[in-house]
């Protein structure tokens, strides 16, 4: 099947795409016809996708055809393709007919019959018109139809196929580069032994953004080391090179000059700033002539022309040409010439030919800034830079690791692991190693080795500063009397019987730098350590070295690293005490980008919450919070979170989020998914999916899968709960996809045991929610799931357990959730857990507490305002007064259970509750499945939207706001307007200040 459709042996990558368009294909041979446009520049590999996807799903029935740039004034040779035979037809409506009935023939057997369209911008006008015709009359046809364009090209398309491509309907799969793992595979595919090297791979990507065509091209020319050096400039593929160069040859020497200076620049840059660098007054007829010959492109910033080539290679081709000494003095005058830090110290990188330390400092001092601004992609180029500048190896070592950590705080985490892989072991600093394997391992998940490692980075940092001490005690017998001794602890030390269980201990048996034969780049070696989970003697020394001895850089972050793995495996009070550690060791060093939040949460773990919230009584108002305090903003939201002053805290979330939309990826994804809780819990279940998806989807793209279970567990809850199990069931087993498999009680664990549960609950499978919950009874009473606000999961076990007639058990699981919530303060726990003892009161047979239970419940949910809580007391309040034969009451809750739960679109309730007002005598209103809407007849989502646009929001914010398409924030306002019977904004915003 693969020869049948052209797939080589050299197709790599594209993953989820293949499982798309399988899924896709699926559904159309189930008679729902799908249309997929796949999009990209030329090169970058969309027929070889189809092609693949064509193999592997073993379609028999293919319509195929494509358009050629030689072919494309032909009229109707798109269709000839298609049919296999070409004749004349009077009009494109005669030749989609034929079209239609060709397609509609091959139908009614097994799988779908695929129309597959490539090239789709060559193809002639009147064959498109025919194709739009076709496309437009697919109602209940087993037809998946692939179309695949080049993205600059699609606008020069009919109106008539722009408009069915517009449709909701239509899936867009826009392609991108292969990543930098892909590369180092399509070498190995190539003949490349085990695959390309980790820095070849890097500079490939780099220099052709992925592009498998070019990126085959320089893999069969050159070798692994030319790709990999640094100081080698790699070359264009030579027919490509050959015609960028053609076309430079013919332009005049103002033209030629413009062009090489864009190049020198990097693109886009401003016209004015290519000319000047190229020595230019006339501006205009230049840049005429460059954009005739197709060498550079133009575009506007606001009141600045800028200029850019159509294609990285293009700039590479004329850049390469220059040779060195020209390149040389170009950078040279271009970073006396160019506004702003980082493009003139990128230049003088540039003009560089060896190692120079005044350079390397300054590109180490802008590093720091962009860091503190959270500008990490900036950094990580800036330190990088500078470590390959720096004369001393530990110098260059500690610069290379720092670059690490921008780079995973930038979501490049296959450039981390290649840029780590580097690090010469023999003279490298072991603390700042571990220190950086330890940040590798935490983002990708593997939390009780990421704590391993980072205890150890401690202790080495420490041996490293008992070392220096010996070696003075050589020259000097007598000691400083400000130097702790090493037999009594400073005073910044607290005793062993102060310590917490769960926090990190002494790895004293770890040696102090094992060999690279000893260990893998990522992890000690099974004699340094065990693998399965850090030492526990809970003894890790965090004060007898003084700050001033130890790399207060390091130090600080080392701690702060350990503060956030204690409290990713729910050891609160160990996280206090580390991030303490960390802001003690940082001195004058920057603290670590989220230090401060991860106290905050450690101190609201610890029962401690309004010390944290009295640390951020300087904030202002959430909108006007600086962007360096976002970490401040962000710990406060969690805090009010937990405290169930949940509109506070989804404000502070969404201020947060806005601020961080040009943020580090991981604090980006997880103020999305902090938003998406906060909305969880305030009944705002549409926004809540919609930002949770694109939580996970920003984590899974940033390869942060230490924190892809967080978002995949809460969307899993609210699906559940609107009974759409199938995608409930897949966001369930993301997030327990974990790696780290050491740790049962480990947070992402218990957030993967909870949407398990939740899944099986709505199921009304109590036997498999017990089997999932379980588990988490191992954690201690510290332990972060047992802290009320936190993860709820003892409601789920303990009702349960009551609908499996195992009321004693309920009971103790119970009984200490209710006094954790109560000590606290905390409702909307009181309310959980009020509703589920008013069940086991009621199978107690005890009516009286049964009903105080139930009625303390529905006024804890009511005194929060969360609108789940209060539904599901009041349903099962309703249920129980129903059995006890008080059906006037029962009728009662049961009915505003019902509106509440018809708005939350939680079907699977909505249904329960039908069935109580059945056998109560009343007629419920009558919404089937997928068919829940608002009080104001607006689907849920047509209601999201019509709420942002009465705010005042543009159609383009209001798809920002929820991640939609305009064109479906347009489709969903236009449904609104006819349904509400009006025609404006104005009419929306007369609506809901009627309903409020």
């Known amino acids: 099947m693969a020869e049948r459709f052209g797939v080589g042996c050299g197709f790599v990558g594209r993953e989820a795409e293949r499982e798309l368009l399988g899924r896709l294909y699926e559904e159309a041979g189930a008679g729902r016809p799908r249309v997929v446009v796949v999009e990209g520049p030329a090169g970058i590999g969309k027929t070889a996708l189809v092609r693949r996807f064509l193999a592997e799903s073993g379609a028999e029935r293919v319509v195929g055809g494509g358009g050629a740039e030689s072919e494309s004034g032909l009229p109707y040779g798109g269709v000839a ?18 079209l239609l009935e060709a397609v509609g023939e091959l139908q009614g057997g097994r799988g779908a019959v695929v129309l597959f369209v490539d090239d789709l911008h060559w193809v002639d006008g009147p064959s498109l018109h025919a194709l739009a015709f076709v496309l437009r009359r697919l109602r209940a046809d087993q037809v998946l139809a692939v179309l695949t364009v080049r993205d600059t090209e699609r606008p020069r398309l009919p109106e008539s196929l722009r408009r069915v491509l517009d449709q909701d309907s239509t899936v867009r799969l826009r392609l991108g580069g292969l990543t930098v793992a892909e590369l180092a595979e399509l070498g190995a595919r190539m003949g490349r032994g085990a695959g390309l090297p980790g820095r070849a791979a890097v ?31 790699l070359p264009v593929p030579e027919p490509y090179a050959a015609l960028v160069l053609h076309r430079l040859a013919r332009c005049t020497e103002p033209a030629r000059e413009l062009v090489v200076a864009a190049a020198v620049l990097g693109t886009p840059c401003a016209l004015e700033a290519a000319a000047r660098l190229a020595g230019l007054t006339e501006l205009l007829e230049p840049l005429e002539e460059a954009l005739k010959e197709g060498l550079l492109t133009e575009g506007r910033a606001g009141c600045t022309t800028k200029v850019d080539f159509p294609h990285p290679l293009s700039r590479a081709a004329v850049y390469h040409a220059l040779g060195p000494a020209r ?31 005044r350079l390397a400092a ?16 900036d950094a990580a180029t800036l330190l990088q830079d500078a470590s390959h500048l720096a004369r001393p190896d530990t110098e260059r070592v500690r610069l290379a690791v720092e670059a690490v950590e921008a780079l995973l705080l930038d979501g490049r985490v296959d450039e981390a692991s290649c840029l780590l892989e580097e690090v010469p072991r023999g003279t490298a600093p072991a603390a700042a190693v571990r220190y950086a394997q330890g940040c590798l391992a935490a983002t990708r998940g593997h939390n009780t080795r990421a704590t391993v490692l980072f205890e150890e980075a401690w ?17 000097d017998t007598e000691p400083s009397d400000t130097e702790p001794s090493d037999t009594e602890p400073s005073d910044t030390e607290r005793s062993d019987t102060e310590r917490s269980d769960a926090e ?11 060999s690279d034969t000893e260990r893998s780049d990522t992890e000690p070696s099974d004699t340094e350590r065990s693998d399965t989970e850090p030492s526990d003697a809970a003894h890790l020394d965090t004060g007898s070295v003084d700050a001033e001895r130890r790399d207060p850089a390091l130090a600080s972050r080392t701690a702060a690293r350990l503060a956030a793995m204690a409290l990713l495996r729910g050891h609160g009070e160990a996280a206090r005490r580390w991030a303490e550690t960390a802001s003690r060791q940082s001195g004058t060093a920057p603290a670590a980008r989220m230090l401060r939040y991860t106290h905050l949460l450690a101190l609201g773990m610890s029962g401690r919450d309004s010390e944290g919230l009295a640390r951020t009584d300087g904030l202002p108002d959430p ?34 989020a806005e601020v961080l939309r ?45 924190l892809t279970s967080f978002p995949h567990s809460a969307a899993a809850f609210v699906l559940a709960a609107r009974g759409e199990f199938d995608r409930a069931a897949g966001h369930a087993d993301s997030a327990a996809a974990v790696p780290d498999r050491t740790d049962p009680t480990d947070a992402a664990h218990c957030y993967a045991a909870r949407a398990r549960a939740a899944v099986a609950t709505v199921r009304g499978r109590p036997a498999e929610v017990v089997a999932a919950l379980r588990p988490l009874l191992a954690c201690d009473r510290d332990h972060s799931v047992n802290q009320p606000g936190v993860l709820a999961w003892r409601d789920l076990l303990a009702d349960a357990l009551v609908a499996e007639g195992r009321a004693e058990e309920a009971e103790a699981v119970l009984e200490p959730y209710e006094n954790a919530a109560f000590d606290r303060r905390r409702y909307s726990d009181l309310a959980a857990a009020g509703r589920v003892r008013g069940n086991l009161h009621a199978a107690r047979h005890e009516a009286k507490a049964a009903e105080e239970a139930y009625e303390t419940a529905v006024e804890h949910a009511v005194r929060v305002g969360l609108p789940f809580h209060r539904a599901r007391a009041e349903s099962d309040f309703g249920a129980w007064l129903r059995r006890a034969g008080r059906r006037a009451a029962a009728r009662e809750h049961l009915a505003a259970a019902r509106a509440v739960l018809v708005e939350l679109g939680a079907v699977p309730f909505v249904k329960a509750c039908d069935r109580e007002l059945v056998a109560c005598g009343v007629r419920p209103g009558g919404e089937s499945e997928g068919e829940v809407r608002t009080p104001d007849g607006l689907t849920p989502q047509e209601h999201a939207v019509a709420q942002l646009a009465a705010t005042g929001l543009t159609n383009r914010r209001i798809a920002r706001e929820l991640i939609l398409s305009v064109k479906t924030v347009e489709y969903h306002l236009s449904h609104a307007y006819a349904k509400l019977g009006i025609s404006s904004r104005v009419g929306l915003v007369a609506h809901f200040r009627a309903g409020s």
């Open 623 to 656: 909108a006007l919070v600086p962007p360096g305090d976002v970490d401040l903003l962000l710990g406060r939201g969690v805090l009010h979170l937990w405290r169930d002053r949940i509109a506070l805290a989804h404000e502070e979330f969404e201020a947060a």
């Open 327 to 357: 390149r040389t003095e170009l950078h040279a005058r271009a970073a006396e010439l160019t506004e702003g830090e980082f493009a003139r110290l990128r230049h003088r990188v540039r003009a560089a030919h060896g190692p120079d330390d």
């Open 81 to 98: 393709q298609l049919l296999g035979k070409g004749r004349a037809y009077p009009d494109p409506l005669a030749a989609g007919s034929c």
């Open 662 to 706: 040009q943020g580090p990826v991981p604090l980006r994804a997880f103020a999305l998914c902090l938003v998406g809780e906060a909305e969880l819990r305030l009944g705002r279940w549409d926004e809540a999916v919609t930002h949770l998806e694109y939580a996970a989807s920003i984590a899974a793209d940033g390869h942060q899968i230490w």
């Open 362 to 377: 300054l590109l180490a001092d802008c590093a720091g800034r962009r860091a503190r601004e959270g500008r990490w992609a």
């Open 504 to 514: 990190p201990s002494n790895a004293a048996h770890l040696d102090t730098e094992p």
């Open 203 to 233: 500079r490939l990507h780099a220099h052709t953004g992925g592009n498998p065509l070019h990126c085959r091209a320089l893999l069969e020319r050159l070798s692994e080391e030319v790709i990999g050096a640094d100081d080698t400039p």
């Open 459 to 475: 202790r080495l940092d420490a041996e490293r500063v008992d070392a220096e001490r010996v070696d003075a005690a050589h020259l």
